[in-house]
């Protein structure tokens, strides 16, 4: 009870307490509040705290309280506290825009008494253990949150407010189970909602006592819903207001951070407590957009933030530079995050997120890990939340970016790792303008390390596994990944694995020599590029939406840091299945392959190593996926190579560039045209990039375009400092381009080991084999190749020293020095195809990336670089038919094979003769036919074995032609005084000053001018594998000018090449300029050896070349017909070219053999200076010309010329100027002008030459120092081996290669002999000598000297088309039209020699030189035949023309014994060597068997084999008929007759007896056309001299005529023949005889008559006393004679010679008849009329008609003998004029005694047989001596290296013998064959006249006729005195007539019209000796005749079958003392 009472009354004491407590608390709140807070605090009840109210008047801020009580959980079980303070309903009410000043007292006055709040821990710990507070519900009111017109309420339920403390720390509680909250505006139609809020959440903090710190936040926030509507993005609620501005920073903290700055994020965690927890469950945010009903759902099912600091343990010391970091745990975990559209379409999807940052006392941890993130963007859907979105972040975003700009990051001293694990993300964003893309990957995981033991050391591992960047309209569709090695198209970027490892490495302190270094460690498998305009449009939006500036500004910060700070780098990088594609909608895709690629870098050495590079072309994307195939697998690259190597040294500044075996490029048009398209779309695609990152950079450029522009031109920027070039080094192992330029043309271009390098301004590259193929045929191989650019060369200014005229003394020079260089072309190749489609593609290509700098304009180009060109041996060749190669080698095999097999046989002969002879009869035959078959199969299996060996050891022959250059250089100099076109164009015009240049000018498209200077050592051309080389040139050096110039075409001379492109490009027409590239040049050089070998054996071979060159340049496009070589050379090449040859040769070939070494003309040149002009060439030196064959002929000089000046005109006849090239205007097939019908179009007419008229000029009249004449040396065998010469030379070739066959319809080339239309020759020389022997063995010859002559000759040349369908080769016609010969002084001597050898060509001192015949002066002038008209007026005018006139002027003959057997020999010998010749010719025996069904006709004469024929002269048709009434052969007769000695009287009666002469009627007809040949001799003289007798008798005749005419065809019978009549007229003819022995002709000096005693005189008078005495010009008159020409009689010891025949006069008439006739007259000549009755002619009329015809007419010889000068001239008479050799007599009888033989045997084939075989023989004899000959050749040759070789001698000697025995078995045999060939021809000819006379006899003609005769000739014999007398004979009317006819019988006719024999001796009775009884008056009468009819011989025993003696006269009267009648010789 007492308890109980106290316990009351403790209960009353207590509520009085809490009474007071309550009164005074309340009191002192309300005090507080009006001080503190200037607030007024009401409590509406005492007892109970109900009704609160907290007032703030300045603000009107309210906070109600409906009631407040203390409740405990001994009350309730719901209260955790015993005192529990209970709050109903609070209710607060305030107003935003007027809180600002509510904290300021606040703040003011909170620590003020922060000391005074002190609470002892026991009480506290006791008071937080029995305290809390609950609020039941808190409604929070803010008015005016943004506007006046928004209100934010807040509804708070059920929140509690607990304390717990241990002592230590204090721990507060908060929890509200439910939150809503909404934000409001009032507008004038309805409230709006901006956002709405509901959660539930629970907060726990903890509070250290001590230190009042917060030290744990926990919050849990559950069932978090939000909603955000449209209205509150619009509102001002989201904008910074005034009192939510960020707080000022204390000064101390700006301080610091001036100090040092900060990091972000720092400050913010060390105000944080020790320990933070927030937790977010079920969370929701809804952005509604009311005016377009649309939202976005944001769930997340768990946030977690986790941090925990622990402050006790050490902390992470030096975190910066001046602060520490406490140990502290952070992690951020998100799970089951989802963003969904109004469309319930996902937006973001996340699986897991986790973050975590943990702090040690060592290292600071931090690690994040993402799990499945999907991210769809779509634009259209997102871009209305994003222009929402916006309008927050207006306001606050300028102050974010400056806060950014002035942000600085400090230096991290603590070890950092940081790890990171991202796994299955997806991006796609879908962009309303663009396509839409997506970027995924499955995983990708960071481990960062930031470690400082001595030094700060970052590392990090950074890996990416099957990263994938995907556009185009499908991307945004997640698919599953792609298979292994594809690529799908529309991935931009996909990585399979990218691993990165890295580390970085900075020393600390400042002194520190060391710098920073850095590692990287890349490693990246399955990377693939995509390029597409998808992709860069898709990345330039990417970039446009991104801050770039703020990028740039810190690129640029820290490059510039970088550059400060030095850096030690490595970075190490491989790739591997590297694919980079770039995609186009227009040309498809392309891809670039790479195996492997490995980048080595370091801040010394990068190095970047590709493996496995290809480039490939994908034309056309079908399929959505394209395959990754290894580089090798991937079939048809454009690029491919093998591998790579990049290395580039910073500190020098070189890189270095190595490519290994297999470097293959393949291009073509179309693909090059893929491949630019798609550059074109990456460049498009770099330019959107650029413009998107660096928009300013354009108007930048645009603005300072102008301002570059408008400097002056005066004004020269500042040079900028020289910049350090980089150094290059290339090497590539092998490489192979191939290059289509068209469908199925390629070129082919193969190099190895190819080295490049650069250092400074000088570049070098070297190749050791380079090799360039045309269409699969390896064209050029290039060896030892070095190239080198340098900026100048010590060399070339040597090399420019020679020229005076160059202005530039220092140049930059190219050196290209090769080692070899080889060009091969096959056979039959076209190349200039390829060529021509090669230079269209370069052309295409040019224009193709021209673009727009063609069109501006240009500006002065530079001085080009000097060229240095070094080529140590160069070889072109053109390949032979491998057909007619192998088919040679099997010919030769063949060859050699019969031969062995000969041997075999020959040895298997002599085994079978060794084993019959041991054997016997016993050995069988059947054994020895067993031995040869097992023989014969032998041969054929030996044949087959080498045949199959044939080119096993010893490669083919494959070469048809070769060229080559060795020790070649060559040095081009550029200048700038010909540098220019302007410059160009002068020296054009200097160099070519004939041509005629256009007024307008020339516009050019290519120009150049260069100073040549070229060495050449060796020149050498030689054809397939002949021994000879067809040119070889020796130490060749020039020096010169070189122009090239192209004008450019006018739109006609612009062609159009197709290049075909295909889809979508489809063809392109290329123009092509048609002109021609032309040369000017002026050369000087220098060539110690020059030869040229030749023969028409080559020109088969010669064609092929032809057609091989014609290949390699295309023909032009021009339709008209191609221009011949000359006048294409005359079109592309002018100027001048000077030669100086030390030895010049030109070899003619004179066989058919190609082989052949031997037989050649060689044409040799000493000291020649060659010039060619424009159309002339001049040549200079000493000629000789030899004969090379291999006898001992060989080197026999025919011709020497010393001093010799020739110089060859070229005359071009053409329809315009032949110089004017410029005028020639090329046209193509389009364009071509209109033609007349049946006219081709000639680009080429005023140009091309119709003709070439060629003139020759030989001057040997020059003047030197050396003393040497002209020379000629023949031989017999030389002039015969000319013969064959001069038949090879004009033999027809074949055509070769020609025909559909051979696929060659080209219609044949001209050649340059048919081009000639006239050709002149003239010669001047001032003396000549010519030597002509007979045989090199006898020494027999003849030699002919002459002083200053002069030739000239011009000929014209026509082409005859053949008759016929057949196409044939023109006849070649020439003619000589004109021809003048002058010659004086020319003397001929006959040589002979006793001796038998000698072997030098050189005149033997033993030789016997007598003289033959020797002329004052010769004139010979040929004329061209004429027309019909020139003809008749010329026979007015001048009636003595001739076509060959010939004018001798004091001829000198002498006919001697010794004459006689020289001229005999030489006559022998051709006629034995022509006999021969025609005796083994296959024409020997042709004819001659006689068919005895057909009737014999008597053979043709014809010319001999041996003498080639005469070329055939053209002659002009005769039209017109000759004038009857003027014969020109009489009256050139008459005016003869007319100028006769006036000694000469001739009679009436003797004209009738001339009349009836049958040769002088011939003559006188007036049918002539041609007066072929006049022969006129003045003064002339001969001198004979008898072998039995001493003295000699000389002939002279003042005036000789020789005349030939040619008659017009006529029918004779039925037979048409030509007629010809030779007219010979000797006028003063006189004979003089000496009268006895004179003393000079022992000493060998001849006697000739003065000029005076042969010459007409008129009227003479005889004023000397000499002449006195010689008796006038009567006969038996004494003539003074002379011995030396030249100086007159009275100088020398004259001697008399008597005259015997006074003056008298000859004629003598020859007529033949030919039936060669003229086809141009023959085509003229009407045929006979046939009459009715016709009968048959007589035999008289018969005889009268085409007969062979001589007659001799003497009208008066007065003649004066004694007895020693009749001996003599009888002795001149048998002697010399009818001397028969004893050998011809041999002859004869051999020839009776085979005939008799032939007459016996009557078989004619055996005899034909033996013919056959004695031919065979000879043939065998002929060979046997060439072989000897060649074999002593050979022996000799040798014999000039080692002359005293014993053994060689004395084979030579042999071999001579045996060389003399053969050639007199030759001798013999041919005589005897030639014998038995005429006498079986005589045979056969009998056996067919035989049978002719069995058959119907015929009408015997007559076929030639022979007349003499004498109008009265006057004989007187004298005494050895020669004055008196013995007797006297007179001649009248002597006739005599030879008639032969076709039967062989002859008949003789003498007729005699009066004689008489006078006697005057002295003291004679009877003075008339014999005559006639009665005189004969009549002319008709005749005093004797005698008639004789002789048939053919029989058995060589001739038959008169009729004689008939006839005399009109009765008898005759004699002496009468017959002994005293003088006897008649």
Known sequence: ??????????????????????????????????????????????????????????????????????????????????????????????????????????????????????????????????????????????????????????????????????????????????????????????????????????????????????????????????????????????RQSPSLAPKPVPCSEVTENLAEPALPGLYLLQQLPDQVKVKMEITSVVLSMNSQKRHLNWTLKLLQFLYHRDEDQLPLRSFTANSDMAQMNTELVLKDGLLLSQSRQRIVCLNSLKAS????????????????????????????????????????????????????????????????????????????????????????SLDYQHLRPQSIHQRGVLTVDHLCWRVGSDSHIQRAPHPPNMHVWGEALVLDSFTLQGSYNQPLGLSSTQSDTLFLDCTIRGLQVEASDTCAQCLSRILSLMDIQSGKSAVSRESSFGESVSLLWKVDLKVEDMNLFTLSALVGASEVRLDTLTILGSAETSTVGVQGLVLALVKSVTEKMQPCCKAPDIPTP??????????????????????????????????????????????????????????????????ETPEAASEPEGHLPEPSPPKRLLNLTLEVSTAKLTAFVAEDKFITLAAESVSLSRHGGSLQAYCPELAAGFDGNNIFNFKEVEVQLLPELEEMILHRNPFPVLQTLRNRVWLLSLGSVSVEFPYQYDFSRTLDEAVGVQKWLKGLHRGTHAQASPSPAPLPPDLLLKVQHFSWVFLDDIFEVKLRDNYELMKDESKESAKRLQLLDAKVAALRKQHGELLPARKIEELYASLEHKNIEIYIQRSRRLYGNTPMRRALLTWSLAGLELVALADVSFHGPERVVEQVQELDPGSPFPAEGVDLVIQWCRMLKCSVKTFLVRIRDYPRYLFEIRDWRLMGRLVGTEQSGQPCSRRRQILHLGLPWGNVAVERNMPPLKFYHDFRSEIFQYTVVWGPCWDPAWTLISQSVDLLTKPSADPSPPLPWWDKSRLLFHGDWHMDIEQANLHQL??????????????????????????????????????????????????????????????????????????????????LPEVPLGQLHDSYRAFRSENLNLSIKMDLTRHSGTISQPRILLYSSTLRWMQNFWATWTSVTRPI??????????????????????????????????????????????????????????????????????????????????????????????????????????????????????????????????????????????????????????????????????????????????????????????????????????????????????????????????????????????????????????????????????????????????????????????????????????????????????????????????????????????????????????????????????????????????????????????????????QPAEAQQAQQVQRIISRCSCRMYYISYSHDIDPELATQIKPPEVHENQEKEDLLKKQEGAVDTFTLIHHELEISTNPAQYAMILDIVNNLLLHVEPKRKEHSEKKQRVRF???????????????????????????????????????????????????????????????????????????????????????????????????????????????????????????????????????????????????????????????????????????????????????????????????????GISVKEHFEPFSSLGKCGASHHPADTPVLP
């Open 1297 to 1686: 290669c020609r025909g559909k066959l051979f696929n060659n319809l080209k219609p044949s080339k001209k050649k340059l002999g048919q081009h000639y239309k006239q050709l002149s020759y003239t010669a001047l020389f001032p003396q000549l000598q010519v030597h002509y022997w007979a045989s090199f063995a006898q020494q027999r010859g003849i030699q002919i000297e002459c002083s200053q002559g002069h030739v000239f000759t011009r000929g014209t040349q026509r082409l005859i088309p053949q008759a016929g369908t057949v196409m044939r080769r023109l006849i070649s016609d020439w003619s000589v039209t004109q021809m003048v010969s002058d010659l004086s002084q020319v003397t001929v001597h006959l040589m002979a020699s006793p001796t038998e050898e000698n072997a030098d060509h050189c005149l033997d001192p033993l030789v016997t030189k007598t003289h033959l015949l020797s002329l004052s002066s010769l004139t010979y002038q040929r004329h061209s035949n004429r027309t019909a008209e020139e003809e008749l007026s010329t026979r007015v005018g001048d009636p003595a023309f001739h076509t060959h006139q010939l004018h001798l002027v004091d001829l000198r003959a002498s006919w001697t014994t010794t004459n006689r057997d020289i001229a005999f020999g030489l006559y022998d010998g051709y006629k034995k060597a022509a006999v021969l010749k025609r005796n083994l010719s296959t024409e020997a025996l042709k004819g001659l068997k006689i068919d005895p069904q057909m009737p014999a006709k008597k053979p043709k004469q014809s010319v001999l084999t041996s003498a080639p024929a005469p070329p055939p002269v053209s002659t002009p048709s005769f039209s017109g008929q000759p004038d009857k009434g003027s014969s020109g052969g009489a009256y050139m007769l008459q005016k003869l007759i007319e100028e006769t000695d006036r000694f000469v009287v001739f009679t009436e009666e003797e004209s009738g007896v001339s009349d009836q002469l049958c040769g002088i009627a011939a003559c006188q007809t007036d049918d002539i056309y041609n007066r072929n040949c006049l022969i006129e001799l003045v003064n002339c003289q001969m001198v004979l001299r008898g072998a039995e007798t001493e003295g000699c008798v000389i002939v002279s005749a003042a005036k000789a005529q020789l005349l030939q005419c040619q008659h017009h065809p006529a029918w004779y019978g039925d037979t048409l023949k030509q007629k010809t009549s030779w007219t010979c007229l000797l006028d003063g003819m006189q004979y003089f005889a000496t009268t006895e022995s004179s003393p000079t002709e022992q000493d060998g000096r001849q006697l000739w008559l003065e000029v005076k005693n042969i010459e007409e005189h008129r009227q003479r008078s005889l004023d000397s006393v000499q002449e006195l005495m010689e008796s006038g010009q009567a006969v038996g008159g004494m003539v003074t004679t002379t011995t030396d020409w030249n």
């Open 1150 to 1231: 004179a066989t058919e053999d190609p082989y052949n070494t031997t037989e050649n003309m060689h044409w040799e040149w000493s000291h020649l200076s060659f010039h060619w002009k424009p159309g002339q060439f001049v040549f200079k030196g000493d000629l000789d010309v030899n004969v090379r064959t291999a006898s001992k002929y060989d080197d026999c000089c025919f011709l020497h010329l010393p001093d010799l000046c020739m110089t060859l005109d070229l005359q071009w006849l053409c329809h315009g100027n032949p110089h004017d090239h410029h005028g020639v205007t090329l046209r193509a097939p389009e364009f």
């Open 638 to 703: 454009v690029l491919s190579l093998s591998m790579l190597s990049i290395t580039y040294h910073s500190s020098i500044r070189s890189l270095e560039v190595q490519c290994g075996a297999g470097l293959t490029l393949l291009w073509s048009p179309p693909d090059h045209m893929y491949l630019y398209q798609h550059i074109l779309a990456t460049l498009h695609c770099r330019d959107l990039l650029r413009a998107t990152l660096f928009p300013e950079t354009v108007p930048l450029l645009a603005l």
């Open 357 to 444: 940052v943990q702090v040690t006392t060592i290292d600071l941890l931090a690690s994040l890990v993402l799990n499945t993130c999907i991210i769809h963007y779509r634009h259209q859907e997102f871009s209305h939340w994003l222009h929402m979105l916006a309008l927050e972040t207006q306001g606050s975003s300028s102050s974010v970016l400056t806060q950014r700009k002035k942000r600085t990051f400090p230096q991290i001293l603590a070890p950092i790792i940081f790890s990171t694990s991202i796994s299955n993300v997806n991006v796609s964003i879908q962009l309303g303008d663009t396509p839409p893309f997506a970027l995924g990957f499955n995983s990708i």
């Open 1 to 238: 009870m007492p308890l109980f009472s106290a316990l009351v009354a403790l209960l009353l004491v207590t509520l009085c307490a809490l009474f007071l407590g309550r009164w005074f608390v309340v009191r002192l709140a309300t005090k507080w509040c009006q001080r503190k807070l200037q607030a007024e605090l009401k409590i509406g009840s005492f007892f109970w705290i109900q009704n609160v109210s907290l007032k703030f008047q300045q603000h009107q801020q309210t906070v109600e309280i409906d009631s407040l009580w203390i409740s405990s959980k001994l009350l309730s079980h719901d209260l955790p506290r015993y005192v529990a303070l209970c709050f109903g309903e609070v209710r607060i009410r305030t107003d935003l825009q007027k809180v600002s000043g509510l904290f300021a007292p606040f703040s003011q006055s909170t620590g003020v008494h922060q000391k005074e709040l002190s609470f002892s821990p026991s009480l506290l710990k006791i008071f937080c253990q029995l305290f809390s507070i609950h609020v039941d519900s808190i409604n929070i009111m803010v008015l005016k949150v943004a506007t006046s017109e928004s209100l934010w309420h807040i509804q708070i339920r059920e929140s509690s407010f607990l304390l717990d403390s241990d002592g230590k720390r204090l721990k507060c509680e908060v929890s509200l189970n439910q939150i809503n909250s909404k934000v409001l505006k009032s507008g004038q139609l309805e409230d709006t909602c901006l956002a709405e809020l509901s959660l539930a959440l629970k907060l726990c903090l903890e509070v250290g006592i001590s230190s009042r710190q917060l030290k744990v936040i926990a919050v849990d926030m559950w069932t978090l819903h939000a909603e955000l509507h449209e209205g509150l993005f619009h509102s001002q609620l989201l």
């Open 1797 to 1995: 033989q032939l007459e016996i045997s009557s078989n004619p084939e055996e005899q034909r047989s033996s013919i056959l075989h004695l031919q065979e023989a000879v043939r065998q004899h002929v060979a046997q001596i060439r072989q000897l000959e060649k074999q002593m050749y050979s022996i000799m040759k040798s014999l000039q290296d080692d002359s005293k070789n014993e053994n060689l001698l004395d084979l030579n000697q042999k071999l001579q013998l045996q060389l003399n025995q053969e050639k007199a078995n030759l001798q013999l045999e041919s005589e005897e064959l030639n014998i038995l060939i005429r006498c079986f021809k005589d045979f056969q000819l009998q056996q067919a006249n035989k049978m002719e006379l069995r058959k119907q006899q015929e009408d015997v003609s007559v076929v030639r006729r022979t007349e003499f005769y004498f109008a009265q000739a006057r004989w007187r014999l004298t005494e050895e005195d020669g004055q008196l007398g013995i007797a006297e004979l007179e001649l009248q009317r002597f006739l005599y007539s030879k008639v032969n006819k076709s039967d062989d019988t002859a008949e003789h006719l003498l007729e005699l019209g009066w004689f008489t024999m006078n006697n005057l001796l002295p003291n004679a009775v009877y003075k008339v000796v014999l005559r006639p009884q009665s005189s004969c008056q009549s002319g008709r009468q005749l005093a004797l005749r005698l008639f004789s009819k002789v048939r053919p011989p029989v058995g």
